[in-house]
């Protein structure tokens, strides 16, 4: 089978690894060290975590994720995923959420500003909703509002790279809806310079077009560095940035091509596909059994 060679970085271009759902707690241990080692060698302009750092957000989890941050040498930008926040400790999820971040928050939520380009966070992991499932996304109004006006904020000629969480689709029914208020976020993002949103949740990768009422968006799935795959084996994104264009690539272990890696569809949640019509990708790298979650 042919393989994407990893590209060589031109200075021309600007390199940005997308890694999503590590899931310390749970993680892939020779895949962290794998990209560990590429960030050592490839020195990427910048790595955007999209969530999902922690299985369980236990400290020990967080003390791993932060030791291993810390040890990257290259600007970080990390998301909040709903694995993120206190899971068994209500008070602390509802009054002290972030605080188990300490160690990396100064790299939570960060906007990094890259020549031409800027990576723009953008909050979809709330710390409850009104709904019965908290794992789901949700757009508020104010982060909404507070990422747009750091879109708005860029000098001229710069473009955005969206990072949040929850893919921005509201697939599922309106109830069940995988982000809420994510239609709407990607009508305010397709009128303004973006390249492309930045997301995890399903632990398999894609590059999907979105359709709005004022134009087209680009939506980046990264999969998984983790155990708890779904139809690929762990991956991260590689995306190189020329000024006009925006390739992505995602590297795996397996050599196994960027086509046959993505799904074309997006999923309500990471479970592997058991369902007829679930999006599977090409590679068809399903577990026979679910894989833990603890
Ligand atoms: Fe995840």
Sequence with gaps: MAIDPAPAHSTASTLVF????????LVDEEAIAWVKREIAERRPDAVAITGDLTMRARHREFEAATRWI???DVPVTVEVGNHDLPYFNLIERFFTPYKRFKGVESVVEKELDLPGLAIVPLKTAVRAQPRLNWSKGWVTDAALTKCLAAIDALPD???A?????HPLREVGTSGTALTHNG???????????VIGVLSGHVHDPFDLVQETVHGPVRMIGAGTLSQRVRSTPPSFNELHWNGETLKVRARNLGDVRTRDMQIDDVPE??????????PVAPIGNVPPTDPPVH
């Design 269 to 278: 949640d990471a479970m592997p596909p058991r369902q007829p019509g679930e």
């Design 183 to 193: 239609q709407k976020a990607l009508t305010a993002l397709a009128q303004r310079p």
């Design 70 to 72: 810390r040890s990257l």
């Design 18 to 25: 997308h890694l999503s759902d590590i899931h310390f707690g």
């Design 161 to 165: 790279l969206v990072a949040v969480h």
């Design 157 to 159: 000629g710069v473009r």
